[in-house]
Structure formats: structure tokens, C-alpha cells
């Protein structure tokens, strides 16, 4: 049994027991024969630090992790690391270029060198992070997406799709990075709002009938422009359609086609189109019979102007910065008389989240995934409930966007990733498969191949995340039990980007879904409610939290601020109150000790006699069912109210408070046992407080982490709980009446039950000693009516009348609570009046406006609250 400090210091606990818990293997048991329970956790990137959102995701999966390994399950928790192609690229170069070398001087050999060099340097820094956390992942068999193992899988999953038709190679626009001069997936692109201007250029037309006007906020893109189209039904124009427009600077004639992407009621209702550097003009392009192959690109893979394939682009511009060309095209457009006007605008400009640099769409031949015949399983899956979404409001999302799926771009121009399994001869034609040997023995003996520089995108390596961890291809152990994992949890930001497509690739490779159960949480913002950002200083380091009030706090703050579909705001005091929520049962632990109550020896719920101890039997059964019905629906706000308040409330403020002063066997051994059940049950929420008091309440034969889920073989006590909940009442009762009537605690109150009823006078005789210590009452007596000068509480339909006495003033009481109810209520129809005006409503800060509806609420209550207690007065 170890010596408990006087305070709660949780800093050296949690690395003592985290050291303890991983040297020991107690994150993944032997436990083979038993049932199977598996979770993933998504790779962090290998570049990354532990921020906000890896600690509410992990905080989740490691709960119900721990929970399950309570329950006796073969609990794996699978770990590892992402090798984040881009992310990790720009890292080393930064670094290389910080000594005076450029990745492109050294070649890519030797880059790769460096790259590997600096993940075993400085690569682990968050898996260190994770374990700060209490993340009891299975760190004996931590994977990396570039580990040899991890790669074969890679390398096999391309080559299969390949064969049968899935993966091809294809020209199509894509999101290009300027600067580090590769296809980056939408979810690296970020859209800011961004002061720029709208142009009006005027196209004559060719015979010189007239013209028409297009409006553009990127002016120099109408050098590769193929067509101006207009709406079918907009009969401004429909004469107009098939006729040609002789564009100024270039001279290039262009076609006048119909599309319904040209709104008739935006600007003049025509559209310049411009298929090579535009999503949408792509679209309009290919319908008007544009193939991409003939689609004019007007710039290189820096973005710098280069010539169209048609040569009409002025030699003055061939290779200027496309921003600057901006500047240039506008001054000819004025020169030639054909910029109608210039309109100043906030427009929605891609930027890559990494480079920094806004993202032009770019016509490039890359390599692409048939999503669409991929995606029908997955459909199919979860219509008929083998995968389940919680919470199903996200059913929606995923449905319409599989529903509407386009090819997947798998290839990116970085030299850091898996490296893709194509060669190509001299011609060009291509040979996919999984080594050097096996493509040249496609080709033919004497035929000179290259590999494709090119590497996948990470999101299709992590997509292979549930399965190739496991050992796959090779039929191992841990894939046959533990595949199909049991739930992912995920945010909802990645639901496409690495859900959908572990779903895809799950089924057509394993013939079964990747997870039964899909979790998707919510963003953590700021305490108003704002997302967090570091341009906006309001990010809020999980570290710094744990340093400060300790990593059981913040994981028992996400748990309990986790509720479904609703994004979390978080407030630092949440976390402060958690820590002290820690402090309370360290402080209880301490006073049982000293009171003689130790460590039970008993799974099973002792004998009790005692209606108290009977009651808060009960009470831990009925907490139980709740925790077990939140862990089946995965409401993580109701597992952590439920064992926070029997901690608290029920037994930390009531049960020890009545027992105080009574401790017999019974009551040690029913104390002992409860106490224990709530360190099992908040064990997967605070695993590192609970670990330390299991074992400071006496001797122990294994560690908490192992203990066994509650199985208490008993059940509620009605008459027990109709007993101690109505005693808990009638306290609660008095204490609120004489905190709103300032009644001093010096002063002794006289119960006087009113109408003569003797079950009531009956219950306090029977706890008078209660009462008196906790209520600070006298002795109950019955009376007819109520007595002069007496606050009135009513408790299961009982009015109790207490003479005040001399101790309050009466008359300056009721003075004190008019006034103060004047102000609540007037306050409360002040805010009541500005929630009503639509002004203030519809215009202010959404988080004003969530203030002035809290402020209201608390006012509401305050009046309602000072009203009854001067109605206790009479």
C-alpha cells in the first residue's frame, strides 16, 4: 500500500504508471483466445505534434480501448505513423536548404537518404506526445506506411488495380502546387477570402456584327481560352450560338456553345471558357466536345506563362509570372479598348495549406483510381447496416458524395513516398508490376525502361490502414481475428478523403468492410465557438493543458464535451474543473484510508443490511446500466456524466457524508467495494489517478488497467432508495433555504411537519443525528398549521414549516430578495427584448448573440430561484 501525498500532483503519477503499463505489455495481454476487439488509430503524420484534435480523437479511441480490455476482449489498438509525402518533404528541404543544398542538386537517391536520416532523428515526436496522453496503443507492433512490410502491400494494391482495370493514367485537371510543383488533393487546399477585382472584357465578334461581354477574375487565363458559352434558354444569345468570337491579344477564334453552367442572371449571362485551367470550364469544355488532349495550357509548373499549342500567345508574355502577366494582359486588354470596366471583390482564392501559394488548376497527365467501380460495395455496405455511421446525421453526406464520386488522382510529383510500380520504354507505353524484374519481363529482355518519377498520394497508402497493419497479404493471425475492425473514429474532415476510401479498398480487397462502426466527431474550436487557427491566436496546445492540470483532466474534458454531431467549445476552466474533479476523489481516497476503509476483496457487491449501504449498492448498479447503455450507442457526454456525478454527487458528497461517523464492518467493507467500482469505471476516462489510488488502497494481484469490468450480482434496493433519496431531499432542501434566506449555520432550526404527517416525522426520528450534523435541525415535531415567521419547504408533497426566530430579519429578508428579484427580471426582459429584434439577432457575432441568450437564461433562473425563496417566507 503507497503512502498518499496530502495533494494531487498528477505530473510524476502519469509517467510513472505510463512506463510501468508499456514495460510491463499490459496495452495488449495475451489474450488469444479471447473475443476480438480491434480500433486504428489514423497515422499521424510523421512530421506532426500533438495538437487539440489528436487529443480528442485519441482520448475516444483509447476509452473505449480501455473499456474493452476491462471486459476481459483481446483489445488492439493498432498505432502508427503516416509517412506524409508533402509534409515531410518540405521539412527536409527546408532543413537542406538551411545548410546551402537544393534537392534537385543532389538527386533524389540521396534526398531519400536525408529523409530517412531525419525521421530517425526527430520522426517520433508525436508517438512521444500520444504516450503523455495515456494512449494505450500496441506500441510493440507500431507500423510506418513507408516500413518495408507496409510498402509491399502498397506496391501489391496498385499492380492488382492496375490489372483489373481500375488504376489507369489519364490527362485531367488537377489542384497544382506552384511551388512544390505537384497535384495536391483538395484536402491540402485552403479557401481564403481575398481583396481582388472583377473583370468586364468585351470579344467581338468575327463578322463584325457586334460583341459580347465576359467577366473574369483572373484576366491573364484568357490567353488559353476556347469558347464563350451561354445559357440554351437565353435568348439574348441564342441566335448567337455557333458563331465565333475573335479574342483581342491572341487573335484566336473561338466558338459561341450553350451550356447550362452560364447563368443568365449573373453579370451579362456569358462565360469565358477556358477547359485547361478551370474545374468548371473543364466540364463545359468536355461537353462541347473539347477532348482534354486538344485543350490549350498556357502555363508551366512553376506558373509561369509558356506557349499555347496553337502559338497565338505574344512573345512579350512567354514566361512571365502568371501574376504578373495578370498586369500585363490588362494593360493590352485597355490598349485594344477591350476591358469594359474593373469592379473591386472579395474572392474565394485556393491556396495550398503548405506551401502557402494560391493553387492553379492544371491540365497533367497523372494516374488515377475508378472510384466509381469501387464505390457500389460500399453503398450496398451501408444501406444494410454493415457499416453503421454514428451519428447517422452524416449517413446524408456519404451517400451524396460516394453517389457522385470522381476519378481519384493517386499520383504526386514528390520524390518521398511510394514510388509508383510503372515503367516506361521509349515509346511511352507502360508496364505496372510489383519489381524492376517483372516489368522487364513484360517488355522484352532488350527493351530500356524508366520507372515513373512520380509517387502515390498518402491517402492511398493510409486507405490500406485496416487491413495492411495487420500483415496483409500474407494471411496472418491478427488479420484473421482482427479484421473487420470493430469502430473507427474519425473527424468528420477526413470522412472522404481517408474513410470512404479505406471503405473502397477494404471490401475489394478483403471481400469484407474495414469497421462496423464509423464515429465521426466534431472540430475542437475556441470557448466562443470559433475555429481555431494560428493566424487567429486562439489555438490552444493539449500539452500546455496536460503540464497544467494533468492528462487525466483533458481526457475526461473531451469525453464529457463530446456529444454527438455537435462540435466541441472548449473552455480552459472545463479542464481546471475536471483536475479538481481528480483532486476530489484523491481527497476521498485519503479520508476513507483514515477512516480504516481499504482495498475490497470482492468483484461481487458485499452483503449489506443497512439501508444506506443497500442504497448505494443500488446506486452503483443503476450507474453501471448507465455507462454500459452510453458505451452501446457511444455517447461519450453520457458515460462522463454518469460516473462523474455517483462520484461527485452521490458518492463523495452524500454516501461518505452520511456514513461519517458510523463505520462499521459492514459500512467499511460496502465503502470499499463502491469506491473500487468507480476507480474500474473511470478507469478508461482518468486512467492515471485511478491506477495510482487502486493500488494506494491496499494490496492488489494485477494492475487496474486489467481489472475487471463491474459485475456487481446485485441489484437496486426500492425500499433502500425510497429511504436515503428522500433523506438526500429533505438536506438539499433545507441547505438551499438557508442559503437564500442567509439563515446562519450557529442557528439550530425546529422542524414543524405540517398536516400531521407520521411517516415523515417518522423518517427524520429515524435520522435526527443525520439531520442535525448535516442539516443542522432539531428534533421534528408535527403541527396543524404553519407557525408565525417560519421559511416552508415541501419534500415528497410534505410541507415542513421552520420558525426563523431572531435568526434573520424577516422584514429586511423579504426587502433584500424584491429587490433583487426587480433587477433579475428586469435584466431578463432587457435580454429578452434584444433576442427579439431581428436587428441584433440576424446581424451580431453569432457568439453575441449565444451570449445574450445564455446571459437571458441565467437571469430567468435567478429570478425564478429569488421568487421561491420569497415564497418560503409566506
Known amino acids: 500500500m503507497t503512502e498518499l ?12 504508471w505510463y512506463a510501468h503499463w508499456e514495460g510491463e505489455g499490459l496495452f495488449r495481454p495475451q489474450r488469444s483466445e479471447a473475443e476480438p476487439f480491434t480500433i486504428v488509430m489514423p497515422p499521424p503524420n510523421v512530421t506532426g505534434s500533438l495538437h487539440i484534435g489528436h487529443a480528442l480523437d485519441n482520448t475516444l479511441q483509447d476509452i473505449l480501448t480501455r473499456h474493452a480490455r476491462m471486459q476481459g476482449k483481446d483489445a488492439l489498438w493498432v498505432v502508427g505513423t503516416d509517412h506524409a509525402g508533402i509534409a515531410t518533404q518540405m521539412v527536409v528541404e527546408r532543413n537542406l536548404d538551411s545548410q546551402g543544398i537544393k534537392r534537385a542538386d543532389i538527386g533524389r537517391e540521396a534526398f531519400l537518404e536525408h529523409v530517412w536520416e531525419w525521421k530517425a532523428q526527430s520522426g517520433g515526436q ?6 503523455r496522453l495515456g494512449a494505450s496503443c500496441d506500441w510493440s507492433n507500431e507500423r510506418f506506411t513507408m516500413d518495408e512490410g507496409f510498402s509491399a502491400a502498397v506496391t501489391k494494391v496498385f499492380v492488382e488495380l492496375h490489372r483489373r482495370g481500375l488504376a489507369y493514367r489519364d490527362k485531367r485537371l488537377v489542384n497544382w502546387d506552384p511551388k512544390f510543383q505537384t497535384a495536391i488533393s483538395d484536402l491540402e487546399v485552403e479557401t481564403r477570402d481575398m481583396a481582388g477585382k472583377f473583370w468586364t472584357l468585351r470579344y467581338p465578334l468575327e463578322d463584325g456584327s457586334g460583341a459580347i461581354q465576359v467577366a473574369t477574375t483572373r484576366p491573364e487565363t484568357m490567353l488559353a481560352d476556347m469558347a464563350v458559352a451561354v ?3 437565353d435568348e439574348r444569345y441564342q441566335a448567337l450560338i455557333g458563331k465565333y468570337v475573335k479574342q483581342p491579344i491572341t487573335g484566336r477564334l473561338i466558338p459561341i456553345v450553350p451550356d447550362e453552367h452560364a447563368d443568365p442572371e449573373l453579370g451579362s449571362g456569358a462565360v469565358k471558357i477556358t477547359p485547361g485551367h478551370d474545374f468548371n470550364d473543364y466540364e463545359v469544355g468536355k461537353r462541347a466536345g473539347f477532348k482534354p488532349a486538344e485543350m490549350l495550357n498556357m502555363l508551366d509548373a512553376t506558373a509561369k506563362i509558356t506557349q499555347t499549342s496553337d502559338g497565338l500567345i505574344p512573345a512579350e508574355l512567354i514566361g512571365l509570372d502568371r501574376f504578373d502577366a495578370r498586369k500585363r494582359v490588362v494593360e493590352l486588354l485597355e490598349g485594344e479598348g477591350a476591358l469594359v470596366k474593373v469592379e473591386d471583390r472579395t474572392i474565394a482564392t485556393p491556396y495550398g495549406d503548405r506551401s502557402g501559394v494560391v493553387i492553379e488548376p492544371w491540365l497533367t497527365d ?22 453503421k455511421i454514428v451519428p447517422e446525421s452524416w449517413s446524408k453526406t456519404w451517400f451524396n458524395w460516394l453517389e457522385n464520386i470522381q476519378p481519384w488522382c493517386v499520383s504526386r510529383q514528390l520524390w518521398w513516398g511510394h514510388r509508383i510500380p510503372a515503367w516506361f520504354d521509349a515509346a511511352g507505353n507502360v508496364f505496372v508490376a510489383e519489381t524492376v524484374e517483372e516489368a522487364q519481363q513484360k517488355a522484352g529482355a532488350n527493351v530500356a525502361l524508366r520507372q515513373d518519377e512520380d509517387v502515390l498520394d498518402t491517402w492511398f497508402s493510409s486507405a490500406l490502414w485496416p487491413f495492411a497493419t495487420l500483415g496483409w497479404p500474407d494471411q496472418t493471425h491478427d488479420l484473421q481475428r482482427h479484421y473487420p475492425n470493430d469502430v473507427l473514429i474519425s473527424g468528420f474532415d477526413i470522412l472522404f478523403f481517408w474513410d470512404a476510401r479505406m471503405a473502397m479498398q477494404g471490401i475489394e480487397f478483403m471481400g469484407e468492410v474495414p469497421w462496423k462502426t464509423l464515429y465521426l466527431h466534431g472540430l475542437v474550436r475556441d470557448a466562443q465557438g470559433a475555429k481555431m487557427s494560428k493566424s487567429k491566436g486562439n489555438t490552444v496546445d493539449p500539452l500546455g493543458l496536460i503540464d497544467k492540470y494533468g492528462a487525466d483532466a483533458l481526457r475526461f474534458t473531451m469525453a464529457a464535451m463530446e456529444s454527438q454531431g455537435r462540435d466541441i467549445k472548449l473552455d480552459e476552466k472545463r479542464v481546471e474543473g475536471y483536475r479538481n474533479f481528480a483532486t476530489k476523489l484523491w481527497n476521498a481516497a485519503r479520508f476513507l484510508r483514515g477512516n480504516g476503509v481499504g482495498a475490497s476483496q470482492s468483484i461481487a457487491a458485499p452483503e449489506a443490511t443497512l439501508p444506506v449501504n443497500r442504497w448505494i449498492i443500488g446506486e452503483v448498479v443503476e450507474t453501471l446500466a448507465k455507462l454500459d447503455k452510453a458505451f452501446a450507442e457511444l455517447r461519450f457526454d453520457d458515460m462522463a456524466d454518469a460516473i462523474y456525478h455517483f462520484t461527485w454527487g452521490t458518492y463523495c458528497d452524500w454516501y461518505v457524508e452520511l456514513v461519517k461517523g458510523a463505520w462499521d464492518e459492514e459500512t467499511r467493507a460496502v465503502a470499499a467495494w463502491a469506491f473500487d467500482q468507480i476507480l474500474v469505471m473511470l478507469h478508461p476516462f482518468m486512467p492515471f489517478v485511478t491506477e495510482e489510488l487502486w493500488h494506494s488502497m491496499g494490496p492488489r494481484p494485477y494492475d487496474l488497467i ?11 434496493d426500492p425500499r433502500a432508495a425510497w ?7 429533505l438536506i438539499e432542501e433545507v441547505r438551499a433555504m438557508r442559503a437564500e434566506l442567509n439563515v446562519p449555520w450557529s442557528a439550530t432550526l425546529a422542524p414543524h411537519v405540517i398536516g400531521g404527517h407520521s411517516g415523515m416525522v417518522e423518517r427524520m426520528a429515524a435520522n435526527a443525528a443525520t439531520l442535525s450534523r448535516m442539516g443542522k435541525l432539531g428534533g421534528a415535531v408535527s403541527a396543524e398549521s404553519v407557525p408565525t415567521g417560519s421559511a416552508q419547504i415541501v419534500v415528497d408533497g410534505v410541507t ?3 420558525p426563523l426566530g431572531e435568526a434573520i430579519d424577516l422584514d429586511a429578508e423579504k426587502s433584500r430578495l424584491a429587490k433583487a428579484i426587480a433587477v433579475a427580471e428586469k435584466d431578463r426582459d432587457s435580454l429578452a427584448s434584444r433576442l427579439d429584434n431581428p436587428a441584433f439577432t440576424q446581424r451580431a457575432k453569432p457568439e453575441a448573440v449565444e451570449k445574450a441568450r445564455a446571459d437571458h437564461d441565467a437571469r430567468a433562473a435567478e429570478a425564478e430561484r429569488l421568487a421561491a425563496a420569497l415564497a418560503r417566507l409566506g
Open 800 to 802: 415542513i414549516a421552520f
Open 126 to 131: 508525436i508517438t512521444q506526445q500520444l504516450r
Open 231 to 233: 445559357h440554351p434558354d
Open 366 to 387: 497523372q494516374w488515377y483510381v475508378d472510384a466509381a467501380k469501387l464505390v457500389g460495395p460500399v453503398l450496398d455496405a451501408t444501406r444494410s447496416g454493415k457499416i
Open 723 to 729: 429511504e436515503v433519496d428522500g433523506l438526500v431531499r
Open 706 to 716: 486489467v481489472a475487471k469490468w463491474p459485475a456487481p450480482d446485485a441489484q437496486a
Open 5 to 16: 501525498a496530502k495533494t494531487f500532483e498528477p505530473g510524476s503519477i502519469e509517467a510513472r
